[in-house]
């Protein structure tokens, strides 16, 4: 049985190959399923990045909001 070897990364540097013994449609099945799942925790992290600063946006605004209406009651008396 041979050996079957794809590029798995090219750098600047160097290449990296992924051999193995699995025919290239599994090892292309295998990379895509792989790509998949970085792909899912790639939009979990998005998406978690995006509610932390949508919190603290939203944080700010009230404190923003806060300090108006301290100045506006300085302000009237």
């Known amino acids: 049985m041979g050996r079957y070897c794809a590029i798995k990364k090219v750098t600047a540097m160097d290449d990296e190959y992924a ?10 099945e ?14 979990l992290l998005r998406e978690d990045i995006h509610t932390i600063f949508c919190t603290i946006i939203a944080e700010n605004h ?10 506006e009651k300085l302000l009237h008396k």
């Open 19 to 28: 051999c193995s013994q699995q025919p290239p449609q599994q090892v292309a």
């Open 30 to 43: 295998n990379q895509i399923a792989e790509n998949e799942r970085h792909e899912s925790f790639y939009y």
């Open 62 to 71: 009230a404190r923003i909001d806060a300090a108006n209406s301290m100045l």
